[in-house]
């Protein structure tokens, strides 16, 4: 099946400092991805939809001058959390969708990437 | 963020049973599915369901998209100890490919 990876997996930052987060389409192109906020025993949120060569469009309530979401190109885009603080630590997850395959089972996740402000 | 509402929010089984959960929405939407996901990574889809009345099975997993196209159930027949996990419930508004997830259902198998 479809594969997404997220780098990296986990990652520790110092209270102030800016994150990248990539998330690639492995075997497929990805003319859109999103990017999904979870807190511990609690949902996925959905933050932001990164459409490629276009602005991200952010959910209600995301600051888009903190999370800086990147589409350069079909398998790759970016998120980063800018001036991070402790809150801000979570799972993020991407998830891509693929061309041309039905609606609803087009959507493949990735591993996710934990992040940890200190 | 909008979330919907699933239920139970976990539940302790005994290995063999069956287990039911549901997921209700105020909004319709097109597309309904269960994923699960185990700690500390990203979610597996289960089963996908695309039109309203709509029954599906996934070898052990079985989902309904409901009539109203506001809530959808997902029943586990025979439960084992790797059912263990967080059950999501997600609706998909046609043409937007914006997924909602539900709340989540935590499901411990006691063997």
């Known amino acids: 099946g479809a594969v997404v990876s997220q780098h990296p997996s986990r990652v520790i930052c110092k209270s102030g400092t800016s994150v990248k987060i990539e998330c690639r389409s492995l075997d497929f192109q990805a003319t859109t991805m999103f990017w999904y906020r979870q807190f511990p025993k609690q949902s996925l949120m959905l933050m932001a939809t990164s459409n490629e060569g276009s602005k991200a469009t952010y959910e209600q309530g995301v600051e888009k001058d903190k999370f800086l979401i990147n589409h350069a190109s079909l398998t790759l885009s970016t998120l980063t959390v800018t001036s991070a603080h402790p809150e801000d630590s979570s799972f993020y997850i991407c998830?891509?969708?693929?061309?041309?395959?039905?609606?609803?089972?087009?959507?493949?996740f990735g591993e996710g990437s934990w992040l940890t402000v200190v | 963020g909008q979330q919907l509402n699933q239920s139970p929010q976990s539940m302790f089984i005994q290995e063999g049973e069956d287990v039911s959960m549901n997921c209700t929405s105020s909004s319709i939407f097109n597309t309904w599915l269960w994923y699960k996901q185990d700690p500390g990574e990203g979610p597996v889809l289960l089963i996908a369901?695309?039109?309203?009345?709509e029954l599906t099975s996934n070898g052990r997993l079985t989902a309904q998209f409901g009539i109203t196209r506001k809530d959808s159930f997902l029943n586990i027949s025979a439960s084992i100890p790797s059912d263990v996990g967080i059950y999501f419930c997600?609706?998909?508004?046609?043409?937007?490919?914006?997924?909602?997830f539900g709340t989540g259902t935590r499901l411990k198998v006691l063997a």
């Open positions: 998830s891509a969708r693929a061309l041309g395959e039905r609606e609803g089972n087009t959507i493949y």
């Open positions: 997600a609706g998909v508004t046609s043409g937007t490919y914006k997924y909602i």
């Open positions: 369901l695309y039109k309203a009345g």
